[in-house]
């Protein structure tokens, strides 16, 4: 092997250890990718509905998080700990009806 390329490849073993500017560079973009994921996967989050269950007070609700009070449906429209039905932080999706008396026979 000449000099030269023996000299080519010492410097590209350098370059791929540890600390190494190739494998630095390339952590780097890596890890730059890997933010823009975690942001975008946070984006998308966000805007799924999860829903809750029964409300617990004083506990934090997300946006678009659905619960049930009092028989109704409620999704919160920001980020809230308020209480459904008191609050414009809270929007009824399914109002509660009345059963009926007798079944209803089809």
Known sequence: MSADLERR??????????????LDALGDAIGMHV???????ARVDRGQMRFFGVHESGRSYRANSLVVRRGGLW??????????????QWQLAVKSGELPKEPVVA
């Open 35 to 41: 933010s823009a994921l975690k942001k975008e996967i």
């Open 9 to 22: 490849v010492a410097r590209l073993e350098r370059s791929l250890k540890p600390g190494g500017k190739i």
């Open 75 to 88: 999704i919160a429209l920001q980020d809230t700990t308020e209480l459904p039905g008191t609050s414009p």
